[in-house]
């Protein structure tokens, strides 16, 4: 996994680290079609997990589930705490999981797959398009930034997939047992659509959708909370959403969406 020295670019994250928490990225990963057909063609099958925080246990996590995709994959985790950086040494399995210093600029690295959870929660919205530039810059030029934001304990979750073409889609993965209402996951959308959750914005509109068809399918919790979402993102297409997930993954808590349908609209 070498590369040229960089400064490491970035601001340190808060570190809040628990097992599991990333369960429901790092599956979405290891079963997207596309996700697994980038891993599957790499030569040179390098993944990123950038900013895993105060315990290297969810990159850990993500090389084992990966490995089901392509058993030589090789995942780095990236720290701007140098301190981090040492804690986590105890894990290495070179060459096929490693820890380093590094940042947006990863290291000089070139990875096909970079995985930045909890981390542009602290920047402002307007730097967001910049860090993804900085990261999709450094990757391989068919690379993937999966970037999101997830609860403590990983009960809701959402990520942007991120191509040099731009985002490219919005994945809302959420516990269904546990849940509320759909619209629970505004408070844990990634940073470039989190404050876009007001009237007008599209975003707005999908997630006040989704409470009204969630409602509706009230009936099918006979049937257990797998049934009742299906049935409720079933009911969102039928009002236009053009969902891009299979109905297995709805059952799975997961929708979705191009990121055409929920891409902040411009100011007037």
């Given amino acids: 996994m070498a590369g040229r020295e960089l400064k490491p ?13 990333l369960r429901r990225v790092d599956r ?31 990159t850990v996590e993500l090389a084992r589930r990966l490995r089901s995709v392509r058993r030589d994959v090789r995942v780095l985790g990236l720290e701007l705490d140098a301190e981090r950086v040492a804690v986590a040494q105890s894990a290495v399995d070179k060459p096929w999981l490693d820890f380093r210093r590094g940042g947006f600029e990863l290291a000089g690295t070139r990875p096909v797959l970079v995985r930045a959870f909890n981390v542009l929660r602290q920047y402002d919205e307007a730097e967001v398009p910049g860090a993804w530039s900085l990261m999709l810059d450094a990757m391989a030029p068919d690379g993937l930034l999966v970037e999101g934001t997830c ?7 959402t990520w942007v997939a991120v191509g040099n073409d731009g985002p490219r889609t919005l994945t809302l993965s959420v516990h269904l047992a546990s849940l509320e209402r759909p619209s629970t996951v505004a408070e844990r959308l990634p940073k470039v659509l989190i404050h876009r959750n007001v009237p007008g ?6 997630l006040s959708t989704l409470d009204v068809c969630w409602a509706t399918a009230a009936p099918h919790r006979n ?12 009911l969102l297409t039928g009002r236009g959403w053009p969902v891009l997930n299979r109905p297995s993954r709805w059952r799975l808590g997961e929708l979705t969406v191009p990121w055409s349908a929920v891409a902040p609209r411009d100011p007037d």
Wanted: aromatic share 6%; charged share 25%; no cysteine.
């Fill in 28 to 58: 979405w990963l290891a079963s997207d079609a596309g996700v697994t057909r980038l891993l599957r063609r790499a030569d040179e099958p390098l993944v990123v997990d950038l900013g895993y925080g105060a315990s290297p246990v969810t």
């Fill in 9 to 21: 670019v970035g601001a340190p994250t808060r570190g809040t680290t628990n097992p599991n928490r």
């Fill in 151 to 157: 609860d403590e304990i990983g009960r809701l979750s």
């Fill in 223 to 234: 049937f257990g909370v797998r049934a009742r979402w299906a049935h409720t993102v079933h």
């Fill in 201 to 206: 914005e599209r975003v707005h509109e999908l």
